[in-house]
């Protein structure tokens, strides 16, 4: 190779990547640090009319939302849907796997398709359509349950029962996607051992300890990682579903945001938030690795 | 065994059955007259099936503009983050450049930020270049795809060496090689990256919902939100709605799901 083609690929390795790069620096990274500059300031209404308007204020943002119960209210429902969600979603989405993995199954790729469904379709569409299957009066889960003779859920006016209906939704919504990478790390696990293992005369139950679950951890790992980042990020569910309501039940982290910077126009307060949610986001990640790194 | 056999087949059958079940019911909702769904026991099929529904959304609330604009959004973005997704993940998987495996070290580690942290600064930042309220401010985040660019790459990775040498002897520049090698093997990749874009676009919400304040402007899921802020009591209308937006990407999904399920696998366990 001459120094010349030398030349040329690394003009042309930088010719190829640099819109691309250029794009995610415009409106990715600017935009992502400039958020913490953002929330330093008392960015509002009269700020977007005219910027002389723009002050710094140092952490004001920050110990105002502290004092803003309506931001406590939305940290603890979110924290709500990361400690019920988490749990649900992976054993939904582990339940799942390892019925499509089965080796008694039939027709499997039909049954695998019919469950990763949820997962592409529209979420405003799909949580229209949740919005009514919960109805108290005319909704089919009610109906469903009335058939096992329980008393009709008001699931999306209840404040007590607001929180799971959602939850109930997400869940049926994601599943699909963690299964189909379950059954990724499922499939790692050779069928020559659990042979053996049943010959050795070990239960379902024992099998699944000692054989499939040492195989899987690090999926389950991964899962639950990504089902946090996912629950941080819930909004267009309650937007949907409920208007963060009632009393305020299922105002998550990102509705709060939107409600700050895009109902009041408080850009720098709704900066601060979005600077917590990504600290919660990192902390909660880092700590998984750390507790994974320690159980291997 | 013979009881075995039957008895998961049959689970996986009712478990497949109950998840694709709120599908299937809006469906048949969306066929139903004015207040019929609003009985108890609600009833599973329209009594006598019609099209009315899906004829006032077209008529009465302009249904075609959305469907249209939501068509014309997804495409562009598909189109405008592929030519700038593709040629960077290979110059990141077989070029040679000062700083390449650094910028990409960056590009992975970002790829944990969640892309509403930068909501409001981008907003802002749209709104002094005035492309606030248009169809571009609503494309722009799918130029800066990280994910697009990291699956290329990982694709490329396996692209043989010898193989672009033996092109460059040949004396093909480097654009050439790109388009005349490279470009027909990355074609199940590209069919991949494309749906997942498509897709995304397609189903997005709380960006357009930011950024398109014209109801002109709106794409289908903002539309939809719109109307079922309004027409709570309408659950035929609104399942009809719900028709017309989710259908046509569950239809994409389902006839390119080969390629969908792989691309799934190659990002998120290698990530």
Redesign the interface.
């Known amino acids: 190779m001459t120094a010349v083609s030398r030349t040329r690929e690394a003009r042309a390795g930088l010719g190829m990547s640099a819109p691309a790069l250029t794009a995610i620096v415009i409106f990715f990274v600017i935009p992502a640090v400039a958020s913490l500059l953002l929330s330093f300031t008392d960015f509002d209404i009269y700020a977007l009319a005219d910027l002389s308007n723009l002050r710094f204020v140092g952490f004001q943002n920050y110990a105002r939302l502290v004092e803003n119960p309506l931001f406590w209210k939305a940290m603890g429902n979110t924290l709500w849907f990361v400690l019920l969600g988490v749990p649900f979603v992976v054993g939904l989405s582990l339940f799942a796997a390892m019925l499509v993995n089965s080796r008694w199954l039939k027709w499997r790729p039909v049954w695998r398709v019919a469950l990763f469904a949820p997962y592409v379709t529209t979420l405003v569409a799909t949580a229209v359509v949740w919005r009514y299957l919960l109805h108290t009066r005319y909704g089919l889960v009610n109906y469903l349950l009335s058939l096992f003779g329980i008393a009709p859920v008001d699931w999306l006016g209840d404040p007590h029962a607001s929180l799971p209906a959602i939850l109930i939704f997400v869940g049926w919504k994601t599943f699909g996607y963690n299964m189909i990478i379950f059954l990724a790390a499922l499939q790692t696990v050779p069928r020559e051992l659990e042979e053996a293992a049943r010959i050795d005369g070990a239960g379902w139950w024992t099998r699944l300890r000692h054989v499939t679950s040492p195989a899987i951890a690090p999926t389950v790992l991964l899962v639950s990682v990504l089902t946090v980042a996912a629950m941080f990020q819930l909004f267009a569910e309650p937007y949907v579903m409920t208007q963060g309501g009632p009393a305020q039940s299922t105002v998550t982290i990102l509705y709060f945001m939107y409600e700050e910077g895009f109902k009041w126009w408080n850009l720098g307060s709704g900066a601060a938030v979005a600077f917590l949610l990504f600290l919660c986001i990192l902390a909660v990640t880092l700590v998984q690795l750390r507790l994974a790194r320690k159980a291997v | 065994?013979r009881v075995?056999?039957w008895?998961?087949?049959l689970?996986?059958?009712f478990?497949?059955?109950l998840?694709?079940?709120?599908?299937l019911?809006?469906v048949s909702?969306s066929f139903m007259a004015r207040g019929e769904?609003?009985?108890?026991?609600?009833p599973l099929l329209p009594d006598s099936p019609t099209l009315d529904n899906y004829r006032m959304l077209f008529g009465t609330f302009g249904v075609g503009r959305f469907l249209a604009n939501s068509v014309l959004v997804s495409t562009l973005a598909t189109v405008l983050a592929l030519?700038?997704?593709v040629?960077?993940g290979?110059?990141?998987a077989t070029?040679?450049?000062?700083g390449?495996d650094a910028?990409f070290r960056l590009?992975v580690a970002?790829l944990?930020?969640?892309?509403?942290?930068?909501?409001?600064?981008?907003?802002?930042?749209l709104?002094a270049m005035g492309l606030v309220n248009s169809y571009a401010g609503a494309l722009?985040?799918w130029?800066?795809?990280?994910f697009g660019?990291f699956l290329v790459r990982q694709y490329c990775l396996s692209i043989p060496d010898e193989m672009l040498?033996a092109a460059?002897i040949d004396g093909a520049?480097?654009?050439q090689i790109?388009r005349r090698v490279v470009l027909p093997i990355l074609t199940p990749i590209i069919v991949t990256l494309a749906l997942f874009v498509f897709?995304s676009s397609?189903?997005d919400?709380?960006w357009p919902l930011?950024i398109l304040a014209d109801q002109q402007l709106y794409t289908?899921?903002?539309a939809?939100?719109a109307m079922?802020?309004e027409h709570v009591q309408d659950?035929e209308l609104?399942?009809a709605?719900?028709?017309i937006?989710?259908l046509p990407?569950?239809i994409l999904?389902?006839a390119l799901?080969r390629f969908?399920?792989s691309g799934?696998?190659t990002g998120?366990?290698k990530g």
């Open positions: 065994m075995n056999r008895t998961v087949t689970l996986a059958a478990v497949a059955l998840t694709i079940a709120p599908l019911w809006m909702v769904a609003s009985q108890f026991p609600p030519l700038f997704t040629p960077a290979y110059a990141f070029l040679r450049f000062k390449r910028t590009l970002a944990v930020v969640p892309g509403q942290i930068g909501m409001l600064p981008l907003f802002l930042e709104k722009v985040p130029l800066a795809g990280i660019i040498e460059r520049s480097e654009g790109l897709l397609w189903n919400f709380m930011i289908l899921p903002v939809l939100a079922s802020r659950n609104m399942m709605g719900a028709v937006t989710t990407v569950l999904f389902l799901q969908y399920l799934l696998l998120s366990v």
